[in-house]
């Protein structure tokens, strides 16, 4: 049989139907897509391809989701740290963006992030961020699947003046990428604290006219849940309840502050919890309860949030970090095991995405969305699992192919489809110009 690539590997761990680590495999690439998992030395008699990958050292895991980020806040890294949430937005974050902002800016930090982002062994992302167009754009050009916001405030930015703009800009770049084969949209209420009671509403109601997903950051500090109950008299979740916003549409990102019983009527209503622990951490927001979550039966999956929040977009790291904080917050060592923190950084960011029919693991049919990662370095030897080798002993830099709907985007970690001089000449210059506005 003639196909485009069969790609060898040592270990090939496809995630479903279960956590199993396949030794000495072949998966078979053909226009795209995944055909066949298979014994490497039947794969050689039964295929021939125009493109052969012996991966000798590696395992091959499908591409990683990075299912909450602010891309273009790439350029943003570094330039105000060690702040609570609320300080670190409104004095920093939210100033430098009514600044900075403007499609050049959008298309030079998402390109940057996706460099960043394929040199971690992600293939797909859901952004959250001004002048969606640009990001889409700049993350299907670099060749990555995206999911990208339809961001919504009351207040304005220079991509908005106000809700009923934010909705109308947001719905024109629904229809431009409809039918596009990597570029999904998600409405993207930003927060209950800087979206208003009617314009949840409307998002209730078009996510169910343009069939798309929501997602929202969602009771992530104390001092959301206070300044809720103080103007609405309830918790933020039960708020988007009584807005009817709870449902399997919602991702809500964050949830460091949940009560039992919110951990149940997550459940109940299927709402996907994106979980990013560094940022978490970092801003000292809480801890999300992912344990009790995933034992309740409600989807969990992974984010890095913004790179000015984290501060770096590695999913690799990520993934060690949720797997850990999981056990320290309860108690249970056996919280989170190695395969589960793979999975939430797999398939339940594409469920989360509802993109699970075409990416997520290596199921043939699904989209050749792939990572290799070279477990014969130093720094994962000797080699018992290689899931526990990839969770709790690897680093970024172990990343060295990766392929998102069959093309190569990184081969022996030199990125195919972004040109790094560029990215770092890009990335200096937006500094001097944000560093010299600063001290002026
Ligand atoms: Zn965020």
Redesign the pocket.
């Known amino acids: 049989v003639q196909i485009d690539t069969l790609l060898l590997a040592p270990w090939i761990i496809p995630v479903e139907p279960d956590a199993r680590v396949l030794r000495d495999h072949a998966l078979a690439v053909d226009s795209g897509k995944i055909v066949e998992l298979l014994p490497a030395e039947d794969a050689e008699r039964k295929y021939r391809a125009l493109e052969v990958e012996r991966l000798d050292g590696h395992a091959l895991i499908p591409g990683l989701i990075n299912s909450?980020c602010?891309a273009a806040m790439s350029l943003f890294r570094g330039l105000a740290d060690d702040l609570p949430l609320m300080d670190w937005l409104n004095e920093h974050i939210w100033p430098a963006e009514q600044r900075w902002l403007s499609p050049a800016f959008v298309a030079d930090g998402t390109q940057l992030a996706a460099a960043e982002l394929i040199r971690c062994g992600v293939t797909t992302f859901c952004d959250?961020y001004f002048f969606p167009r640009q990001a889409a754009e700049t993350a299907a050009d670099a060749g990555l699947r995206v999911a990208v916001g339809l961001v919504m405030l009351e207040f304005p930015t220079p991509w908005a003046r106000d809700a009923d703009e934010y909705l109308a800009k947001g719905l024109d770049v629904h229809d431009r990428f409809r039918g596009h084969p990597r570029v999904r949209t998600v409405l993207a209420p930003h927060a209950p604290y800087t979206v208003s009671d009617t314009s949840l509403r409307r998002i209730a109601t078009l996510a169910e006219e343009i069939d798309v997903p929501i997602q929202m950051?969602l009771h992530e500090s104390p001092v959301e849940i206070a300044q809720s109950l103080e103007q609405h008299g309830k918790r933020p979740l039960h708020r988007l309840l009584d807005l009817g916003l709870l449902s399997p549409r919602l991702m809500a990102?964050h949830m460091t502050q949940i009560e039992p019983d919110e951990v149940q009527l997550a459940a109940r209503h299927g709402l996907h919890v994106i979980h990013?622990p560094q940022?978490n951490l970092k801003l000292a927001s809480g801890f999300c309860p992912v344990q009790p979550l995933l034992e309740a039966g409600v989807n969990v999956a992974l984010g890095t949030?913004?790179a000015a929040?984290n501060n770096d977009l590695d999913m690799l790291s990520e993934m060690q970090t949720a797997a850990l904080l999981a056990k320290g917050v309860s108690g249970s060592s056996s919280a989170v095991p190695a395969a589960v923190a793979l999975r939430m950084a797999t398939l339940n960011g594409a469920r989360a995405l509802g993109i699970d029919e075409i990416t997520g693991s290596l199921l043939p049919g699904k989209d050749a969305d792939l990572c290799a990662i070279r477990l014969d370095e130093i720094e994962t030897q000797p080699l018992y699992d290689p899931l526990s080798q990839i969770v709790y002993a690897a680093g970024r830099s172990q990343v060295t192919h990766v392929w998102a709907a069959g093309k190569p985007l990184l081969r022996n970690r030199e990125l195919l489809t972004l040109d790094a001089d560029l990215l770092r000449a890009n990335a200096r210059h937006w500094a001097e110009r944000i560093t010299a506005a600063r001290s002026s």
Request: aromatic share 0%; with cysteine; hydrophobic share 20%.
């Open positions: 909450h602010h959250m950051h990102v990013c940022s949030d913004g929040s």
